[in-house]
């Protein structure tokens, strides 16, 4: 079965913390994973697409790395932000029969001013 | 473009009542997803369609569930009759090309059935 798995459910940092969020899932045969925000109330809002031939794709202060033989996913933010508190989602793109997006549970970050 | 556009934003309805979503997709987008978010199941894909035909529908809990797509620039999610278990933030999605490219979602509609 072919699941997401983000550790941890939720994270308090001081504000200007370096912080890391991690993204599993079971079934390596990706084409892509992307990274989402969600704020309260809110949809949810694309941060970073990374396809499965590439390892990073950076935007600003956010970094994503995937490694895809240990189906792993990580997402760095560095010197968090009161602003950057939201929900972090991770979904996991599969082709073929699947051909739809698989999400994680999310993490709920608060960034403390 | 002023992005996916969902209504209403809340509902409240008595168990036993038909409840109609909303979504008008981003113009030129191909694709339109409808999502459901709940605390214990996380977001699950209902159903998408593609050139406003339904293309995987293999999400949809049940028959009281059904989805339409009368032209590129609506589409309404529809349960009758609504039971509380459906209780849930309902999402729309639109991509300009297939599932898995960067897709836009609405603020979505909290469906509380009572």
């Known amino acids: 079965k072919q699941e997401v798995t983000q550790i941890p459910a939720a994270l308090s940092v001081p504000e200007g913390e370096n912080l890391v969020l991690n993204c599993s899932f079971t079934?390596?045969?990706?084409?892509?994973l992307q990274w989402f925000r969600q704020d309260p109330g809110k949809g949810l809002t694309s941060l970073l697409l990374?396809?499965?031939?590439?390892r990073e794709q950076t935007s600003g202060r956010l970094n994503a790395s995937l490694d895809k033989s240990s189906g792993r996913s990580t997402l760095y933010i560095a010197a968090s932000q009161p602003g950057d508190s939201a929900t972090y989602l991770c979904a996991v793109y599969y082709g073929g029969a699947t051909n739809k997006l698989i999400f994680g549970t999310g993490t709920l970050l608060a960034v403390q001013p | 473009d002023a992005g996916v556009i969902q209504s209403p934003r809340h509902e409240v309805t008595e168990m036993g009542q038909e409840v109609t979503l909303r979504c008008k997709p981003i113009s030129g987008h191909d694709y339109l997803f409808w999502y459901r978010q709940t605390m214990m199941r996380g977001l699950e894909l209902l159903i998408y369609f593609n050139n406003n035909v339904p293309i995987d529908d293999s999400g949809m809990p049940e028959d009281r569930f059904s989805a339409k797509m009368p032209n590129a620039s609506f589409s309404t999610l529809k349960i009758q009759p609504s039971e509380p278990r459906d209780s849930a933030v309902y999402f729309c999605a639109s991509s300009y090309k297939a599932p898995g490219t960067e897709a836009f979602f609405g603020q979505g509609t909290r469906l509380t059935v009572v």
């Open positions: 079934d390596s045969a990706i084409y892509n």
């Open positions: 990374i396809q499965s031939s590439q």
